[in-house]
């Protein structure tokens, strides 16, 4: 196909219209899934996630993940080149099902957090956070 | 090993038996990604912590595995059960194969 | 784990990202001190500032948090290995900072008053002119790069230990003329954009700059850890930033330019609390 102009704002939009279709990221997110539940159902319930609506600097992204009974909690960023981010098992003397931790985001993007429950069922969250561009760039 | 790595923890100095208390960890590492690039369009190879762990009296409070997209200076926070007097052991595992390793003791009023 | 939930829960609720007004917020360092980040300005900005405001007030709740405790704050891993570097013995005289210094603690009330006149020398010092001064000529050890990882991490220390005291540099008697000198420099407009310090810090402060938020540029709170290249930023590297970004040739870090500037700066946030190493974008 020739590039013309007209080409190009046309393949832009299939680009952004490809991008927007499989909402929940990309392949390889979708196979770190699979691997994390040996392909079950994910449903939702005893999963929570926190992180900041607005992060100031995708550098340091603070968030925290809780379950009441998670035995296991994966988080990962949707947009982000590798989209793993970390693997939470708690142990026997974990008081709380629960750790904060800081992340980097590649951009404006969906966090994702699945929990292993107790009873071997898995249940998944998501926050947008977006990620602001700095000032001056200084 | 990684130049400069230096773990801090903050632990409470005593608890009662079987309360709950926060740990926060923040060990000094610069968690290259992988994903960056030298001045000559290199890429500057990936060097992490990849894997945390705590535990205290030999039975495990929790297992990370961490991945690039953890912030340089990793910090993590968690809560643990304290039955009885010990010590906490903290464990990180740099991908060059170092281990650093510091530990806490609590005492149980 | 609660505090942050709490944090992050009020900025859902006050989620109103257009403002770029300083938060209303008090800074209260390891639940132990108040820091003063927001006071009436000195008489000789009164007239073009009114109240003077910590840039902490104009970053994120995550960010401020993350300064109001000493292990939430990745600045203080590097006061940690200054301390190391403040008891190690350097040079041919075999001294340490600690051996005429004493303790790091005892340094409080250093970082307030600098940049300050120095009578022998018969010029105003920053700190780093200082701390080289005492590394060439009493300790006999090789000098610091200006704003090197060893003297940014070196001023961090010295700043920590005076944190909570305000911000108290002299501009009158002999440091009056490099204060002049530098006061010039704060409202010369620079580059190719024809930007002064003035025309972001003071004409515009609490207005957005593309997606971030103007402050009134006090230096309080240096060194910095910024979440952007995190590490201590030190005060003469983010002048030079701003410089550049105005698309001039900058001065460089430690030049007699900025070394009058740093001391004008510094006089505009007289009566805010000492915060470095603080937490910025």
């Given at each position: 196909?020739?590039?013309?102009?007209?080409?190009?704002?046309?393949?832009?939009?299939?680009?952004?219209?490809?991008?927007?279709?499989?909402?929940?990221?990309?392949?390889?997110?979708?196979?770190?899934?699979?691997?994390?539940?040996?392909?079950?159902?994910?449903?939702?319930?005893?999963?929570?996630?926190?992180?900041?609506?607005?992060?100031?600097?995708?550098?340091?992204?603070?968030?925290?993940?809780?379950?009441?009974?998670?035995?296991?909690?994966?988080?990962?960023?949707?947009?982000?080149?590798?989209?793993?981010?970390?693997?939470?098992?708690?142990?026997?003397?974990?008081?709380?099902?629960?750790?904060?931790?800081?992340?980097?985001?590649?951009?404006?993007?969906?966090?994702?957090?699945?929990?292993?429950?107790?009873?071997?069922?898995?249940?998944?969250?998501?926050?947008?956070?977006?990620?602001?561009?700095?000032?001056?760039?200084? | 090993?990684?130049?400069?790595?230096?773990?801090?923890?903050?632990?409470?100095?005593?608890?009662?038996?079987?309360?709950?208390?926060?740990?926060?960890?923040?060990?000094?590492?610069?968690?290259?990604?992988?994903?960056?690039?030298?001045?000559?369009?290199?890429?500057?190879?990936?060097?992490?912590?990849?894997?945390?762990?705590?535990?205290?009296?030999?039975?495990?409070?929790?297992?990370?595995?961490?991945?690039?997209?953890?912030?340089?200076?990793?910090?993590?926070?968690?809560?643990?059960?304290?039955?009885?007097?010990?010590?906490?052991?903290?464990?990180?595992?740099?991908?060059?194969?170092?281990?650093?390793?510091?530990?806490?003791?609590?005492?149980?009023? | 784990?609660?505090?942050?939930?709490?944090?992050?829960?009020?900025?859902?609720?006050?989620?109103?990202?257009?403002?770029a007004d300083p938060v209303d917020d008090t800074l209260i360092l390891n639940e132990e001190i108040t820091l003063v980040t927001r006071t009436e300005a000195p008489e000789h900005v009164a007239d073009v500032l009114g109240e003077?405001?910590?840039?902490?007030?104009?970053?994120?709740?995550?960010?401020?948090?993350?300064?109001?405790?000493?292990?939430?704050?990745?600045?203080?891993?590097?006061?940690?290995?200054?301390?190391?570097?403040?008891?190690?013995?350097?040079?041919?005289?075999?001294?340490?900072?600690?051996?005429?210094?004493?303790?790091?603690?005892?340094?409080?009330?250093?970082?307030?008053?600098?940049?300050?006149?120095?009578?022998?020398?018969?010029?105003?010092?920053?700190?780093?002119?200082?701390?080289?001064?005492?590394?060439?000529?009493?300790?006999?050890?090789?000098?610091?790069?200006?704003?090197?990882?060893?003297?940014?991490?070196?001023?961090?220390?010295?700043?920590?230990?005076?944190?909570?005291?305000?911000?108290?540099?002299?501009?009158?008697?002999?440091?009056?003329?490099?204060?002049?000198?530098?006061?010039?420099?704060?409202?010369?407009?620079?580059?190719?954009?024809?930007?002064?310090?003035?025309?972001?810090?003071?004409?515009?402060?609490?207005?957005?700059?593309?997606?971030?938020?103007?402050?009134?540029?006090?230096?309080?709170?240096?060194?910095?850890?910024?979440?952007?290249?995190?590490?201590?930023?030190?005060?003469?590297?983010?002048?030079?930033?701003?410089?550049?970004?105005?698309?001039?040739?900058?001065?460089?870090?430690?030049?007699?330019?900025?070394?009058?500037?740093?001391?004008?700066?510094?006089?505009?946030?007289?009566?805010?609390?000492?915060?470095?190493?603080?937490?910025?974008?």
């Amino acid at each position: 196909m020739e590039l013309t102009r007209r080409n190009a704002i046309v393949m832009g939009a299939a680009a952004i219209l490809a991008a927007s279709l499989p909402v929940r990221g990309n392949a390889a997110a979708g196979d770190l899934i699979a691997a994390f539940t040996g392909g079950a159902e994910v449903g939702t319930g005893d999963i929570r996630l926190i992180a900041p609506e607005i992060a100031e600097n995708g550098n340091t992204v603070p968030i925290e993940v809780s379950s009441d009974t998670a035995v296991e909690i994966m988080v990962l960023a949707m947009g982000n080149p590798t989209p793993n981010v970390a693997t939470f098992k708690f142990g026997k003397l974990a008081a709380s099902r629960a750790a904060s931790t800081r992340i980097r985001l590649a951009g404006t993007q969906d966090v994702v957090a699945i929990a292993k429950l107790e009873d071997g069922s898995f249940v998944q969250t998501a926050s947008t956070v977006k990620v602001t561009i700095g000032g001056c760039g200084g | 090993m990684a130049k400069g790595v230096k773990p801090r923890v903050k632990v409470p100095k005593t608890a009662a038996a079987g309360d709950t208390i926060t740990i926060k960890t923040l060990i000094s590492h610069k968690m290259e990604s992988g994903q960056r690039k030298d001045d000559e369009g290199n890429v500057i190879p990936r060097s992490i912590i990849n894997r945390f762990t705590c535990d205290f009296n030999g039975e495990n409070v929790i297992d990370v595995t961490m991945e690039p997209a953890i912030s340089t200076n990793p910090y993590l926070e968690f809560e643990a059960l304290v039955p009885e007097a010990g010590e906490f052991t903290f464990t990180w595992y740099d991908d060059d194969g170092s281990i650093y390793e510091t530990a806490k003791k609590i005492a149980v009023e | 784990m609660r505090k942050l939930t709490g944090a992050l829960l009020a900025s859902a609720i006050a989620a109103t990202p257009v403002m770029a007004d300083p938060v209303d917020d008090t800074l209260i360092l390891n639940e132990e001190i108040t820091l003063v980040t927001r006071t009436e300005a000195p008489e000789h900005v009164a007239d073009v500032l009114g109240e003077i405001i910590s840039g902490w007030h104009f970053r994120g709740t995550e960010t401020r948090a993350m300064q109001a405790d000493d292990f939430d704050n990745p600045g203080m891993i590097f006061v940690e290995q200054a301390e190391e570097v403040w008891n190690t013995a350097e040079g041919s005289e075999g001294k340490s900072c600690a051996s005429c210094h004493g303790a790091s603690e005892d340094m409080a009330g250093v970082r307030p008053v600098y940049p300050k006149w120095n009578e022998a020398a018969g010029e105003v010092r920053t700190l780093e002119m200082q701390i080289n001064d005492c590394r060439e000529n009493q300790m006999g050890a090789d000098k610091w790069k200006y704003t090197g990882g060893d003297m940014v991490n070196m001023t961090a220390l010295i700043a920590s230990v005076s944190r909570g005291m305000p911000v108290n540099v002299a501009i009158d008697g002999p440091a009056q003329s490099t204060w002049e000198a530098g006061k010039e420099l704060y409202y010369t407009r620079t580059g190719q954009l024809e930007m002064a310090c003035s025309s972001c810090h003071e004409a515009n402060y609490g207005n957005m700059i593309r997606a971030d938020h103007l402050s009134q540029g006090h230096i309080n709170g240096f060194p910095t850890y910024r979440l952007k290249n995190t590490k201590l930023n030190a005060v003469h590297a983010r002048f030079k930033g701003c410089v550049r970004d105005t698309r001039a040739e900058t001065f460089s870090p430690g030049s007699p330019e900025f070394v009058a500037l740093e001391l004008y700066v510094a006089s505009r946030g007289n009566g805010l609390a000492v915060e470095g190493p603080s937490v910025r974008n």
